[in-house]
């Protein structure tokens, strides 16, 4: 059974740090792309950042860009968002979620077929 | 971005009836659409990849179809368990999800 547990969300001020963690088991982890979800108050969905298989292509959606950090360790079956300068509207529930395939190519991604629980990831003065 | 447009915002029906919801691509994804069910304080479950194909133990009332820029999930007879919220995903040019449908009891 897949299992995917993140942890790391916490209440930030605007403008800290905060690194998530998602513990993958159940599956062979080096051979599938993993990715951050997240889901703000109001429903919506949105795909914050992902990585290949090996590592080697990665996604940041722009509204992250140059401030979120995504990385994994395939030997550890951990999967890492590092996420600097963050702003009321990082406000969210973040999923890690366990894609389909093991990379997007040519533009054509996955689907995600196992999340975890979800971290709430709250910034506030 | 592919920007997809879910319909209705929310359905209302009662259990044994059937639901048909709705999702529309600004362009074409072909098949490369997913569906995903949410219930509250719960992670989104996949439904149903590339149009039509039910994940591993969806139940068969869980139907899947289109092609293009047009898609629709089928709930043949509604379930109380399967009032929810509904979400498409679309996969063919990065990855966007639809605003979603909110399915709740009349």
């Known amino acids: 059974e897949v299992q995917l547990l993140e942890s790391g969300g916490d209440f930030v001020q605007p403008g800290g740090s905060l690194r998530l963690s998602c513990a993958a088991s159940?599956?062979?982890?080096?051979?599938?792309?993993m990715a951050w979800v997240r889901q703000f108050p109001g429903r919506g969905l949105e795909r914050v950042s992902g990585m290949s298989d090996s590592g080697g292509k990665i996604y940041y959606a722009d509204s992250v860009k140059g401030r979120f950090t995504i990385s994994r360790d395939n030997s550890k079956n951990t999967l890492y968002l590092q996420m600097n300068s963050l702003r009321a509207e990082d406000t969210a529930v973040y999923y890690c979620?366990?894609?389909?395939?093991?990379?997007?190519?040519?533009?054509?991604?996955?689907?995600?077929?196992?999340w975890g629980q979800g971290t709430l990831v709250t910034v506030s003065s | 971005e592919i920007v997809l447009t879910q319909s209705p915002a929310t359905l209302s029906l009662s259990p044994g009836e059937r639901a048909t919801l709705s999702c529309r691509a600004s362009q074409s994804v072909s098949s490369y659409l997913a569906w995903y069910q949410q219930k509250p304080g719960q992670a989104p479950r996949l439904l149903i990849s590339?149009?039509?194909n039910r994940a591993t133990g969806i139940p068969a009332r869980f139907s899947g179809s289109g092609s293009g820029t047009d898609f629709t999930l089928t709930i043949s007879s509604l379930e109380p368990e399967d009032f929810a919220i509904y979400y498409c995903?679309?996969?063919?040019?990065?990855?966007?999800f639809g605003q979603g449908t909110r399915l709740e009891i009349k």
């Open positions: 979620a366990k894609a389909s395939l093991g990379s997007c190519s040519s533009g054509r991604c996955y689907d995600f077929d196992s």
């Open positions: 590339d149009a039509s």
């Open positions: 159940g599956f062979t982890f080096s051979t599938y792309a």
């Open positions: 995903q679309q996969r063919s040019n990065l990855i966007t």
